[in-house]
């Protein structure tokens, strides 16, 4: 019965599961709750600020079947850790901490936070999204792995590497880290780097006039009604604050809760000893990740409110991977380089695991899709393609999301390698059943 429902799960869960059968099952991997997984892990918790680093724990890699090797991979991967875009990200929190001091409202507690916002925010001056030394190591480590995990690919001799990026410049040295890695590991691998807004795209699909078209701006309502059930400011309020009718009077509670909540989250983008998530209990770090997680797969996901429609901004993208590995001759690697909301609707576009699914009941959604599993800082989806050593056979390709094995829609008898034929024939159907429905529409 188990192995029933395992195989249900990983090859029926597709974009169009309805929501009864999801209320019903729940996905390989899933068994430990999102809250407890966060209780053990406050880190997971910053969504897509998640340090690559300190997300799950990944599995040893399972054998290539027999007879068979790798000899390609394509790759979609995102920037590594960064400072956050907005100065008002740390100028919001710095500037209402400042009036409450002003005013002889702070508690110790508030007046210690205050310092050390203030102590950290020199570093953000001139560096806002850049990639940060910690950024930088991810990568690096992405591409020992890299490698490690495949050296008939990465060791082969005058192996061929093409190597691109968005023009944005944590994306670019992101690139070079994992480039520097496999020179260091192949002197004779022949790397072409390239960035231009040529390839814009595919890589960073442009949502100017595609947005309203897909329908991201449906879920608004509900990002709104979710922020304020899960967002409970009192008690923090009355730990950093001493004047509780001062705090009404003057302070936002709920956005100033989630502003700092976001600075204390992407703190673990930096080598420092600063921290802010004791300011929250284990329940609040908890409600302010399902916000975010919502809010995600509201915008980004496969959300039957945005009727599921929002993978598809990245239809060019799984066009270019499909288009690219129909041109593979030899032994060799393409890696593509950009940002976390391209990585989350591809890995929903490509229905890996359990990215794919719809979910309507959204107070339930974190049993079955949770957002740092797919796009933490330096996250990549890699497809490694086989072939036979000897003779003539089935290309067979395995999915890695963020290293860890995932699975396909399409049947297998040898978990986790698959045809390639049968999927690279999915997805064609499923882009050109899309475009027809689209076509119809405008």
Known sequence: MKKNLLLFIAFG???????????????????????????????LSGSNYLDYDRQLTTKALTPAPKGYVPFYMSHYGRHGSRWLINEKDYTLPINILKDARMAGKLTPLGEETLKKLEA?????????????TVGERQHHGIGKRMTQN?????????????????????????????????????PTAQIHNDVSESLQYYLNQPWDGIVKKLGKKTGE???????????????????LFNDEAWVRDNIASGDFMRQLFDVATNMQSHDTDIEFFSLFTDEEIYDQWRIRNIRWYLDYGPSPVAEQKMPFSQRNLLKNIIETADT????????????EVCVMPLACLLELDNCGIAVTNLDELDK?????????????????????????????????????????????DNWPYYKWQDLRQYYLDKLAKFDAENEKTN
């Open 368 to 412: 079955y899709w949770r957002n740092y599993r797919i796009f933490p800082m330096g996250c990549n989806i890699q497809l490694i393609f086989y072939k036979p050593k000897k003779g003539n056979g089935d290309i067979l390709v395995k999915a890695l999301l963020n290293e860890r094995e995932a699975y396909m829609p399409a049947k297998t």
């Open 150 to 186: 495949f050296p008939e690919i990465f060791k082969a001799p005058n192996v061929k590497i093409d190597a691109r990026s968005t023009t944005v410049f944590r994306c670019i040295l992101s690139m070079i880290a994992e480039c520097e890695e496999l020179t260091a590991a192949n």
């Open 13 to 43: 869960y597709s974009m169009t599961i309805q929501a009864q059968s999801v209320s019903e099952m729940r996905a390989p991997g899933f068994e430990t709750s999102a809250k407890d997984e966060i209780a053990a892990n406050h880190y």
């Open 328 to 339: 593979v001759t030899q032994t060799q690697a393409t890696l593509r380089f950009g940002h």
């Open 221 to 239: 309502q509900d990002n709104k009604t979710y922020r304020q059930k899960y967002t409970h400011p009192e008690r923090l309020m009355r730990t």
């Open 120 to 132: 950290f925010f020199p570093t953000t001056i001139k560096r806002l999204g850049d990639l940060t």
